[in-house]
């Protein structure tokens, strides 16, 4: 009897490595027009400077190729696999990264400064560390007024508008805190907008952060995220 062929993991490195950078896929992301996969990271720097997949040089989008692109979990969690301490490697370069990060949050500079939490029930008291293991991002919860909105007499701008979270933090729960704060009726729907555009409740503070918002350098911080009374144009 035959024993199984072993294959090694260079024998798969055409299928997971990025074009652009020539390094394992790291957030492997798709552009959907011609379905080549890069790292996100790499193809949103691209997509910086052109609308072409630097590929095949396919237009991916006249205007926003952003828009073309789609996260790919499965060949992700398929990656992490194939090469052994690749993932904790890549978890552990995030979170220096944010870490070195100079945030302005209410005045204060650093990532020393105690962080503004989401969740109002997880309140150790006494001396304990506020600060989280996960990457962090400072963001600006702006009230987005219109008289014409109905409901804008229900949705208020918060005192505290700055407010520090896990990168991997969703809209939906940036949503609910926002409805926990305003008080507002378990029914009442908001629209979370970044640069003008809905965010859908899915979308990580990451996700936003690499894809939508477009300020970069010392004026990147804090990411303004804006909410009004939701809108339905059905």
């Known amino acids: 009897m035959t ?6 993991v260079k024998d798969f490195n055409h299928f997971i490595t990025c ?3 020539k390094g394992y896929l790291i957030k492997p992301t798709t552009v959907t027009e011609c379905l ?4 996100k990271s790499c193809i949103v720097q ?13 237009q991916v989008h006249e205007t926003n190729p952003r828009e073309m692109l789609r996260l790919d ?3 992700e969690e398929i990656i992490f696999k194939l090469v052994p301490g690749l993932r904790e490697k890549e978890q552990q370069q995030e979170i220096e990264f944010w870490r070195s990060r100079k945030w302005k949050e209410n005045g204060e500079d650093g990532p020393r400064s105690k962080r503004s939490r989401l969740d109002d029930d997880d309140d150790g008291g006494g ?4 600060h989280r ?8 919860l702006d009230c987005l007024r219109n008289s014409s909105l109905v409901g804008e007499n229900v949705v208020k701008g918060l005192m505290k508008k700055f407010i520090r979270c896990s990168t991997r933090v969703t809209v939906g729960t940036i949503k609910k805190f926002l409805s926990l704060k305003l008080k507002l009726p378990s029914s009442y729907e908001l629209d979370v907008l970044c640069n003008g555009e809905i965010m859908g409740k899915d979308h990580t503070m990451e ?11 010392e004026t990147a911080y804090p990411m303004v995220l804006e909410y009004r009374p939701r809108i339905d144009f059905g």
């Open 3 to 8: 024993s199984p062929r072993k294959h090694l």
């Open 19 to 21: 074009y652009v950078c």
């Open 36 to 39: 080549h996969t890069f790292c």
């Open 46 to 58: 691209h997509f910086e400077d052109s609308n072409d997949c630097p590929k095949c040089g396919i």
């Open 73 to 75: 979990n499965t060949l």
């Open 127 to 130: 001396d304990g560390d506020y």
């Open 133 to 140: 293991s996960d990457p962090q991002i400072a963001i600006c």
């Open 207 to 217: 996700f936003i952060y690499m894809t939508r918002w477009r300020l970069r350098g």
